[in-house]
Structure formats: structure tokens, C-alpha cells
């Protein structure tokens, strides 16, 4: 059965930092462009960043550009989002996703119909 296990995420003051984890199991996904993605109360899930198969290539929402780093481990099977300079509005539940079908194209893989697996989520509180 193929997983994306999320797992890292907590209460946090603003300003303070969390690393989220992506842990893939039943197959591997180290040929596949992975991403997070992230959806707030009352609000539509939204694209936070997307990794090429590679980690080559990285590409953000502008509202996280410059605070979060997104980065994979292929020998562990795992995505990793790295979150600095947290604000309230980074509340969220946070997702993982895998597109198992294409190459990367940042329009296309800033969009959720491009990724064929999801995670359940994590909960992000960023508290003022």
C-alpha cells in the first residue's frame, strides 16, 4: 500500500521555526516531483512548494518565498519542508503530495490535480 506519512508539525510562537516530514513507504519516490501544499480554515488548499525528482529544482508560493525550504532525502524516501519565520497566517494543516505520472513543469505542478498521492496532514499553529 502505497503512504505519505506527514509528520513534524506542532504549535509555534511567530517567528519561531518547524521542519516538516514527508515519509513515502510502498514504493519509491525518488523519480516523482513531490510538494506541499497547505489549507487554512474556511480556505482552500493552496500550493506552499514543489521539488523536482532531482531536488534540482525548487519553486515556492510567494507568500512562503524566502521563509521555507523544501528539500528530499531519495536514500530515505523522504520530502522535508523546512519553515522559518513563522506568522499566523502559516496556520494550516499541511500536505504532502507525489505526482507519479510527470516531469516537472512549475505551472503545472503548483496546481493539486497534478499530484496522483496524498498524505493525511499535519496541523501548523503559528500563535501571536
Known amino acids: 500500500q502505497v503512504q505519505l506519512v506527514e509528520s513534524g508539525g506542532g504549535l509555534v510562537r511567530a517567528g519561531g521555526s518547524l521542519t516538516l516530514s514527508c515519509a513515502a513507504s510502498g514504493r519509491t519516490f525518488s523519480s516523482d516531483v513531490m510538494a506541499w501544499f497547505r489549507q487554512a480554515p474556511g480556505k482552500e488548499r493552496e500550493f506552499v512548494a514543489t521539488i523536482s525528482s532531482s531536488g534540482g529544482r525548487t519553486y515556492y508560493a510567494g507568500s512562503v518565498k524566502g521563509r521555507f525550504t523544501i528539500s528530499r532525502d531519495s536514500a530515505r524516501n523522504t520530502v522535508y519542508l523546512q519553515m522559518n519565520s513563522l506568522e499566523p497566517e502559516d496556520t494550516a494543516v499541511y500536505y504532502c503530495?507525489?505526482?507519479?505520472?510527470?516531469?516537472?513543469?512549475?505551472?503545472?505542478?503548483?496546481?493539486?490535480?497534478?499530484?496522483?498521492?496524498w498524505g493525511q496532514g499535519t496541523q501548523v499553529t503559528v500563535s501571536s
Open positions: 503530495a507525489a505526482d507519479t505520472r510527470s516531469a516537472f513543469l512549475r505551472n503545472q505542478h503548483m496546481g493539486a490535480p497534478a499530484y496522483d498521492y
